[in-house]
Structure formats: C-alpha cells, structure tokens
C-alpha cells in the first residue's frame, strides 16, 4: 500500500515534468511560426509560458517541502530513522538525509572546543535535570557521566540525567515515565 503512494508521488511529479514538457515544445514550435509573421499567436505562447513557470513554482515548492520535512527528522529521531519513516521516503530523499546528517555532525564536532556539541540535545528547556524513565526494550549497558553504568534491560526503570536519555526516548528505547 504505502510503495503504491510513493509511486502515486512519483508519478504525479512526473506527469507534471511530462505537461511541462508538452508546453515547452507547443510553444516552441508556436515561436518559430510567430517569427514568420503569425502574430496572433503571441498571447498562447505568453499563457504557455506562464504556464509553464506555474509548474515549476509548484514543482520546486513541494520539493523545498519535502527536504524541510527531511531536515525535521534528523532533528527529531537523531541520525537513524525509523523503517516506517525510510520507507516513505525515496532513495535521492534518503541520499540528501544522510548527506544532511554528515554535514551537521561534521559541524556539531567542530564546536564546543574540540569536544564537539550535540545540539540535538535539550531541544526543549528542561524543567528538571533527572527523569524517570522505563526501558521499552533491552538496550544493555549504558554510562553515565560519573561513570555509573546501568544495565537498561525491557520494563526497568531509573532516574537518570534528562539530557543523557534524550536521545534513547526519541529512538524509541526509553520512555519517561509522567508522574
């Protein structure tokens, strides 16, 4: 069902590239017989070709569209997507996600003094710097900074330092427990 939507997409894009196409040759045909004294054509090729720009407003605008969605998910789910969201997703969409991702992880390792700086964390300001979470699936050992490791096995639960489990809620491997 869903390949048969991306298909849908697809092929609506390239029935609007083909429509373009079409309208480019008519004019171009009507251009050459104006030249010859046709003027009476004019005004079709002028409507052609506004047309024409129409559908590549339209055509560049959903695409701009897209790539913000794109860029969203990065920030959203961190650098691995969910199968569910890859496979909505085309395979120059999923270049450009991963192009994307490289690009602001080379950034975010360039800040913070040679350290780097995760700016996918702390998205929202937090109102408290612990958290209770629960462990949705087994995920194994995991470091805190004070050097504590915790086994995060599926259904435990901890109080751990909000900005160390962030990313594991957004994965899908922790959940914070609301009290």
């Given at each position: 069902m869903n390949s048969i939507i991306e298909y849908e997409k697809e092929d609506g894009i390239r029935q609007v590239l083909e429509e373009m196409k079409a309208l480019y040759e008519q004019n171009q045909s009507d251009v050459n017989e104006a030249k010859s004294g046709r003027s009476e054509l004019i005004p079709t090729i002028k409507f052609r070709h506004c047309s024409l720009?129409?559908?590549r407003?339209?055509?560049?605008a959903y695409l701009y569209d897209r790539l913000l969605r794109i860029r969203a998910l990065r920030w959203e789910y961190g650098s691995?997507?969910?199968n569910a969201v890859r496979?909505?997703?085309s395979a120059d969409e999923m270049v450009w996600f991963n192009q994307y991702k490289k690009s602001l992880a080379t950034y975010m390792r360039s800040?913070?003094?040679g350290d780097g700086l995760d700016l996918t964390q702390d998205i929202k300001p937090p109102k408290s710097l612990y958290?209770?979470?629960r462990?949705?699936?087994d995920y194994g050992e995991f470091e805190i900074d004070d050097g504590t490791t915790i086994l995060?096995?599926?259904n435990s639960q901890h109080f751990l330092p909000r900005w160390k489990c962030e990313q594991l809620i957004r994965q899908g491997i922790l959940e914070h427990v609301l009290s």
């Open positions: 720009l129409r559908n407003r339209c055509i560049l691995v997507l969910p496979f909505h997703m800040l913070g003094g958290i209770e979470v462990c949705l699936k995060l096995k599926k």
